[in-house]
T-cell receptor
C-alpha cells in the first residue's frame, strides 16, 4: 500500500529534550515536506526537500532541523523543544513537487512540549 | 507575506444542497490551486486541483478559478453528511512552496 508513515503518532516531552519525528514514504517520491498545523493558522510549511541531500526552509523553520540522506526518509529534528512547538505535525510527499502533483500526507504527529 | 484567506465557518448546509467554499490569495504569480478535505483528527487528502481560469468538474465537485480576481472556489453539489469536514485551500506560489489557508469547516445536516 502506498503510504507516508510517521512516528511517533503522539509525544509528550519536556522543554529542551531533543527529539526526532520520523517520516518515511514508499512511493519513490522526490519531494517531501514538513508542516505544522495550529488552530486558526492552518498548515504552515517548516522545511521541504526536493531530493536526497537537497533541503530548504519553509515559512516557519526556526527551532527545527531536517535531513534527507535517503530518498524515502525525511526526519524532523527538534534540538531543544519549547512549548511554542506544541502542535500537530504532518509530513507529506509528492512525485514532482507541489506545483503539479498532489501531496500525500502522513497520519500526523501530535506533539506536546511541557 | 503571501497569504491565502478562507472563511473559517462553520458553513452549515442541509443534505442535498450545494455547498460553496471560497478562497482568496494574495500572490498574483500563483500557479496551481488545490482543495484538500480534512476530517477531524485525520490528515488532509486532495479533492481537486486547478491550474487554468474557469471551471473544473469531478463528480459532485467543481473547482472554479478566477486569476484576475485572485479567487478560487469549491462547489459541492448534492451535499452529504459524509462531506462534513474542514476544507483547505492550498496555493502553489513557486519555489517549491505551497501556502495553505486556515480552512473552512463544513457541516451537512441530515
Amino acid at each position: 500500500e502506498a503510504q507516508v508513515t510517521q512516528n511517533p503518532r503522539y509525544l509528550i516531552t519536556v522543554t529542551g529534550k531533543k527529539l526526532t519525528v520520523t517520516c518515511s514514504q514508499n512511493m519513490n517520491h522526490e519531494y517531501m515536506s514538513w508542516y505544522r498545523q495550529d488552530p486558526g493558522l492552518g498548515l504552515r510549511q517548516i522545511y521541504y526537500s526536493m531530493n536526497v541531500e537537497v533541503t530548504d526552509k519553509g515559512d516557519v523553520p526556526e527551532g527545527y532541523k531536517v535531513s534527507r540522506k535517503e530518498k524515502r526518509n525525511f526526519p524532523l529534528i527538534l534540538e531543544s523543544p519549547s512549548p511554542n512547538q506544541t502542535s500537530l505535525y504532518f509530513c507529506a510527499s509528492s512525485n514532482t513537487g507541489p506545483q503539479s502533483n498532489e501531496q500525500f500526507f502522513g497520519p500526523g504527529t501530535r506533539l506536546t512540549v511541557l | 507575506q503571501k497569504e491565502v484567506e478562507q472563511n473559517s465557518g462553520p458553513l452549515s448546509v442541509p443534505e442535498g444542497a450545494i455547498a460553496s467554499l471560497n478562497c482568496t490569495y494574495s500572490d498574483r504569480g500563483s500557479q496551481s490551486f488545490f482543495w484538500y478535505r480534512q476530517y477531524s483528527g485525520k490528515s488532509p487528502e486532495l479533492i481537486m486541483f486547478i491550474y487554468s481560469n474557469g471551471d473544473k468538474e469531478d463528480g459532485r465537485f467543481t473547482a472554479q478559478l478566477n486569476k484576475a480576481s485572485q479567487y478560487v472556489s469549491l462547489l459541492i453539489r448534492d451535499s452529504q453528511p459524509s462531506d462534513s469536514a474542514t476544507y483547505l485551500c492550498a496555493v502553489y506560489t513557486g519555489g517549491f512552496k505551497t501556502i495553505f489557508g486556515a480552512g473552512t469547516r463544513l457541516f451537512v445536516k441530515a
